[in-house]
């Protein structure tokens, strides 16, 4: 079967850095996508790794380990605005999305 | 600019009535998706479709039905709501055309089912 895997919720401080991360079992593997839900609001896009490694954009990274069905989230310098939901969701053979549950994240001053 | 208008924004409908919710993408994008979103759940595929006139069944479409009869439109329909269909639906509409690229989301709809 497929399956998502991500702590349902972290706890940082402001200015601090925090590390989201996200185990999968899925049939294929096209890529893998974090999106970002405020409360009450629609998902947005953050990043979407293909390829082992580390992408980095501003603030946010994201990694991709391919054999070990593992990525991570990295968001430094922690502010108020970035407490939300952070989706994890790689995509299947199919090129279906197989998504988690989401990580609550709670950033506190 | 727009990008992806739903509505209702919220609606409390009795059990057994038909319901349509509404999508409008201004984006010209090809594909379109319905999910539903549960607390402690993922995001559930409802129906999609990757082209005008096309339509595909999701993870979870009893219940469900859609139509595709232009590029900026894809409503959803619930021939007869019962209680467990109570959730928020999003659509989202993408440009890619080899499965879903990144997904644009509207601002959803809160559907309650009684």
């Known amino acids: 079967g497929q399956n998502i895997d991500q702590p349902t919720e972290m706890t940082a401080t402001e200015g601090a850095i925090v590390q989201i991360n996200c185990t999968y079992q899925?049939?294929?593997?096209?890529?893998l996508f974090w999106y970002q839900q405020h409360a009450g609001e629609a998902p947005t896009f953050l990043s979407y790794?293909?390829l082992d490694g580390l992408e980095e954009k501003g603030r946010f990274s994201s990694f991709l380990s391919r054999s070990k069905g593992y990525s991570y989230l990295l968001l430094k310098e922690l502010q108020m605005k970035d407490s939300a939901s952070y989706l994890c969701?790689?995509?299947?053979?199919?090129?279906?999305?197989?998504w988690g549950a989401g990580t609550k994240l709670i950033i506190k001053p | 600019i727009a990008g992806i208008t739903q509505a209702p924004t919220s609606q409390i409908l009795a059990a057994g009535r038909r319901m349509t919710l509404r999508c409008t993408q201004d984006?010209?994008?090809?594909?379109m998706y319905w999910y539903r979103q549960d607390l402690g759940l993922g995001l559930r595929l409802i129906h999609y479709?990757?082209?005008?006139?096309?339509?595909g069944k999701g993870e979870v479409p009893d219940g469900y039905s859609v139509s595709r009869a232009n590029t900026d439109d894809f409503p959803l329909t619930l021939a007869s709501a019962v209680p467990s269909q109570t959730s928020v639906y999003f659509c989202?509409?993408?440009?890619?055309?080899?499965?879903?690229?990144?997904?644009?989301f509207g601002e959803g709809s809160r559907l309650t089912v009684l």
């Open positions: 899925t049939s294929g593997f096209n890529g």
């Open positions: 984006m010209r994008h090809n594909a």
């Open positions: 989202a509409s993408s440009d890619s055309r080899e499965g879903p690229g990144e997904l644009f």
């Open positions: 969701a790689p995509l299947d053979s199919n090129y279906q999305l197989i």
């Open positions: 479709s990757n082209t005008a006139g096309t339509t």
């Open positions: 790794n293909v």
